[in-house]
Nanobody, 115 residues
Framework: QVQLVESGGGLVQPGGSLRLSCAAS????????MAWYRQTPGKQRELVAT???????SYADSVKGRFTISRDNAKNTVYLQMNSLKPEDTAVYYC?????????WGQGTQVTVSS
């Protein structure tokens, strides 16, 4: 059983930065693949970045070079560092934990990029 809570969203100007955090409960956090998704009203949920239990990462083409996903297993936390933010990055960002048949989701945190 894993519970996820996102934080760190807010309003930022274009070109600015934010760091999202996802705090997880559960003693087996370290074996899950973690991911960040985002969703805008009227669009399908989009996979932004993933990180495996061994630290291998992958990114959507739209965020490569600007976003960095990382995890700290000792703190049961996954992060998304977002730099050079653009208005099109505006969305609700969701944390996801996946292992085999198990999928867990956070409640989401709003990121708004606007002047």
């Amino acid at each position: 059983q894993v519970q996820l809570v996102e934080s760190g969203g807010g309003l930022v100007q274009p070109g600015g930065s934010l760091r999202l955090s996802c705090a997880a409960s559960g003693s087996i956090f370290g074996i899950y693949t973690m991911a960040w998704y985002r969703q805008t009203p009227g669009k399908q949920r989009e996979l932004v970045a993933t990180i495996t239990h061994g630290g291998s990462t992958s990114y959507a083409d739209s965020v490569k070079g600007r976003f960095t996903i990382s995890r700290d297993n000792a703190k049961n936390t996954v992060y998304l560092q977002m730099n050079s933010l653009k208005p099109e990055d505006t969305a609700v960002y969701y944390c996801n934990a996946h292992l085999s048949r198990f999928d867990y989701w956070g409640q989401g945190t709003q990121v708004t990029v606007s002047s």
